[in-house]
T-cell receptor, first 113, second 112 residues
Framework: DAGVIQSPRHEVTEMGQEVTLRCKPI?????LFWYRQTMMRGLELLIYFNNNVPIDDSGMPEDRFSAKMPNASFSTLKIQPSEPRDSAVYFC???????????FGSGTQLSVL | EDQVTQSPEALRLQEGESSSLNCSYTVSGLRGLFWYRQDPGKGPEFLFTLYSAGEEKEKERLKATLTKKESFLHITAPKPEDSATYLC?????????????FGSGTQLTVLP
């Protein structure tokens, strides 16, 4: 298995632009998570899905952030409009069950200028 | 609110010099405590899950232990390839079932 696949690996954009991050979870995993990692705040859960349905989006910082999971093999995290404070590494992770360990992707390094 | 504090923030060891990393936590009810390893430019990689006080788990040179207030990650005779950031996370029984609260990590450097 190729593991959790994220794209792009790096994204540099200007303030105000729309950014879309993509994730392909491990096949058969029912849970998908989006995390953000910064030096100041560490790893923070933004949102998670169970069987393609968003369960908890309380970590989404504001309305500029949205996430979708149209099918079991694909999810997106969109930021519109982007701001410099959104600069961080965004991780996608998947899990086969409620108490199971998380499998993380390699992350997307986002820089908003 | 669940809280996780890891210490030290950074640790430098000579190859073969054993030590321990600490993870102190506050949670209303513990569902599980997780240890992850993170290499630069990569996502965290799962190491262990501990569910109850007194539980211990081992993997190669690593051993994780759990009490009601903290967890330790013991590293015996470390090698340079053990250099990484080690993250601790707790999952509480209240709130969102899959919510993990992560600590800020301990950056371990093992010198040859």
């Amino acid at each position: 298995d190729a593991g959790v696949i994220q794209s792009p690996r790096h994204e540099v954009t200007e303030m105000g632009q729309e950014v879309t991050l993509r994730c392909k979870p491990i096949s058969g995993h029912d849970y998908l998570f989006w995390y953000r990692q910064t030096m100041m705040r560490g790893l923070e859960l933004l949102i998670y899905f169970n069987n393609n349905v968003p369960i908890d989006d309380s970590g989404m910082p504001e309305d500029r952030f949205s996430a979708k999971m149209p099918n079991a093999s694909f999810s997106t995290l969109k930021i519109q409009p982007s701001e410099p404070r959104d600069s961080a590494v965004y991780f996608c992770a998947s899990s086969p069950g409620q108490r199971e360990k998380l499998f993380f992707g390699s992350g997307t390094q986002l820089s908003v200028l | 609110e669940d809280q996780v504090t890891q210490s030290p923030e950074a640790l430098r060891l000579q190859e073969g010099e054993s030590s321990s990393l600490n993870c102190s936590y506050t949670v209303s009810g513990l569902r599980g405590l997780f240890w992850y390893r993170q290499d630069p430019g990569k996502g965290p990689e799962f190491l262990f899950t501990l569910y109850s006080a007194g539980e211990e788990k081992e993997k190669e040179r690593l051993k994780a232990t759990l009490t009601k207030k903290e967890s330790f990650l013991h590293i015996t005779a470390p090698k340079p390839e053990d250099s990484a950031t080690y993250l601790c996370a707790v999952q509480g029984i209240f709130g969102s079932a899959r919510q993990l609260t992560f600590g800020s990590g301990t950056q371990l450097t093992v010198l040859p």
